[in-house]
């Protein structure tokens, strides 16, 4: 993280909230990735992050809340999600929940769904922010739809040429966006894999977590097949040909093409905090396209593996 004393920062954090106040755009950090983040009530504010990323209007927002007791103002929770929020947040994990009466949430932010994705990011830029601003941010990814998500505040400024302001708070911890649930009574169904894995949760709600069908509808964000998508081709479990770029994981044979190594060690944390990182730097040198090496679909691998089918997606 950039040094800076207390008052640069804290100021800081009083000019992102004041810009969020006049309906203006921010991007900030969270654990996961960085967020674009606009008012989530404010229609018009909302409105220009899906003019920003170039985002199709049906595929609905996360929004961020700076606590437990805000995300209530919003949405209903049932026993299992306060189960799960209590546990988890704040944390890198989404709950989509039934909105209340009289939410106030811009219709355009929810994708005119009567349900809400909600999360209390757990980053401590992130949580100034919010409560510096005193209301509920809609925040997607902070980069061109369809494009790589952003793990470093530098990723954001060239993403959309530095016209979007951005909160620098260093690299991102986790670098994959928060998992994803829903709730059906006493049922928990993963609509998007994330950097909380579904064993961490089944270990501690005590609940089996289901995995949405492929079919699926578009419920919440990052549902899209193509989606966290480089300029270059990508070919998945593939040992890399000459001409292209590899990105290997674990062990790799010598290969005198253009390489990055997601984790030498097979560690699966350090891959996925790795992972947007590496695919930014390969796509930045032009190669056409580029071999990534099998990444295990156990725990954090489920995350991982799922960005990368949507990344090397028809588009």
């Given at each position: 993280m950039n040094a800076r004393g207390p008052r640069?920062?804290?100021?800081?954090?009083e000019e992102a909230a004041a810009l969020l106040a006049a309906g203006k755009l921010v991007a900030?950090?969270?654990?996961?990735?960085?967020?674009?983040?606009?008012?989530?009530?404010?229609?018009?504010?909302?409105?220009?992050?899906?003019e920003t990323k170039g985002r199709p209007r049906f595929n609905p927002l996360i929004v961020h809340c700076a606590d437990l007791a805000m995300a209530e103002r919003f949405a209903r929770f049932p026993p299992l999600a306060r189960r799960l929020a209590e546990a988890f947040w704040p944390g890198p994990l989404s709950i989509v929940l039934p909105l209340k009466p009289?939410?106030?949430l811009?219709?355009?932010?929810?994708?005119?769904?009567?349900?809400?994705a909600l999360r209390v990011p757990d980053h401590p830029l992130a949580l100034a922010l919010l409560r510096a601003a005193g209301r509920?941010?809609?925040?997607?990814?902070?980069?061109?739809?369809?494009?790589?998500?952003p793990t470093?505040?530098?990723?954001?400024?060239?993403?959309?040429?530095?016209?979007?302001?951005?909160?620098?708070?260093?690299?991102?911890?986790?670098?994959?966006e928060s998992t994803i649930v829903a709730i059906d009574g006493e049922r928990l169904i993963q609509l998007r894999a994330g950097a909380l894995p579904r064993a961490a949760i089944e270990e501690v709600i005590g609940v089996g977590v289901e995995q949405a069908?492929?079919?699926?509808?578009?419920?919440?964000?990052?549902?899209?097949?193509?989606?966290?998508?480089?300029?270059?081709?990508?070919r998945l479990d593939a040992a890399p040909q000459p001409g292209e770029a590899f990105l290997a994981f674990g062990p790799a044979a010598p290969f005198e093409g253009i390489t990055r190594n997601l984790s030498a060690s097979g560690d699966l944390h350090e891959a996925a905090r790795n992972l947007f990182s590496m695919l930014h730097e390969l796509d930045a040198t032009g190669a056409r396209t580029i071999a990534v090496a099998p990444v295990p679909e156990t725990?954090?691998?489920?995350?991982?593996?799922?960005r990368l089918r949507r990344a090397a997606a028809p588009r």
């Amino acid at each position: 993280m950039n040094a800076r004393g207390p008052r640069q920062r804290e100021q800081e954090i009083e000019e992102a909230a004041a810009l969020l106040a006049a309906g203006k755009l921010v991007a900030f950090p969270t654990e996961t990735v960085y967020g674009l983040g606009a008012d989530a009530q404010n229609a018009d504010a909302v409105l220009s992050i899906y003019e920003t990323k170039g985002r199709p209007r049906f595929n609905p927002l996360i929004v961020h809340c700076a606590d437990l007791a805000m995300a209530e103002r919003f949405a209903r929770f049932p026993p299992l999600a306060r189960r799960l929020a209590e546990a988890f947040w704040p944390g890198p994990l989404s709950i989509v929940l039934p909105l209340k009466p009289g939410h106030g949430l811009a219709d355009i932010a929810i994708a005119g769904l009567d349900t809400v994705a909600l999360r209390v990011p757990d980053h401590p830029l992130a949580l100034a922010l919010l409560r510096a601003a005193g209301r509920p941010l809609a925040a997607p990814s902070a980069n061109p739809s369809g494009k790589l998500s952003p793990t470093t505040a530098e990723q954001v400024r060239r993403g959309f040429a530095g016209k979007v302001p951005v909160l620098d708070g260093g690299p991102c911890r986790a670098g994959v966006e928060s998992t994803i649930v829903a709730i059906d009574g006493e049922r928990l169904i993963q609509l998007r894999a994330g950097a909380l894995p579904r064993a961490a949760i089944e270990e501690v709600i005590g609940v089996g977590v289901e995995q949405a069908p492929q079919d699926a509808g578009i419920a919440a964000p990052g549902m899209l097949l193509s989606h966290y998508a480089p300029n270059a081709h990508m070919r998945l479990d593939a040992a890399p040909q000459p001409g292209e770029a590899f990105l290997a994981f674990g062990p790799a044979a010598p290969f005198e093409g253009i390489t990055r190594n997601l984790s030498a060690s097979g560690d699966l944390h350090e891959a996925a905090r790795n992972l947007f990182s590496m695919l930014h730097e390969l796509d930045a040198t032009g190669a056409r396209t580029i071999a990534v090496a099998p990444v295990p679909e156990t725990g954090l691998g489920e995350a991982i593996n799922d960005r990368l089918r949507r990344a090397a997606a028809p588009r």
